[in-house]
């Protein structure tokens, strides 16, 4: 019976079978990458944040924010598109990724709802953010128990 699984081209997969695959995952974690990059870098450079409501943080703090949702973005992204054949090594760096950028995004929901509490649109994206990240976490590990029992029953790789 067909299902909604989508499956890789090549074998191994390519990175554009990961892509394909994780399409979400790959937009939400290189747009991490890419806040982080600019939330570190505006704090460094200038002193002026790329967020106001990250203005009324401690600078270390906004440079904490930035250093994990860019690193989150990072894992999340190499777990993604990993390119070896070692699964559990890739979820694992998947797993830690959105754990570390959806711990950034909390501290970024918390910073924006005390500075700007009417700002709705913006703290129900950091929720948004923190949520995904969450539920990506235990999807990851809902997969791997099965691929495990999976290849326990087979007794072959699955």
Known sequence: ???????????????????????????????????G????????????????????LPMLLMLGVGATVGTGGILALAGVIWPGTRLTTA??????GWLLGGAG????????????????????LAAVMVTGAALRIVALYQHERQVRADVHETGTDA
């Open 91 to 96: 979820w694992a760096v998947e797993r830690a």
């Open 37 to 56: 990059v600019l939330v570190t870098l505006t704090v460094i450079g200038s002193g002026t944040p790329a967020s106001a409501s990250l203005g009324r």
């Open 105 to 124: 995004w909390t501290a970024y929901l918390a910073a924006v709802a005390w500075a700007y509490p009417r700002s709705l649109v913006t703290i129900s």
């Open 1 to 35: 019976m067909p299902d909604r699984h989508r499956r890789a081209r090549h074998e191994p997969p390519s990175l554009l079978d990961h892509v394909l695959g994780h399409p979400f995952e790959v937009a939400v974690s290189a747009w991490w990458i890419v806040a």
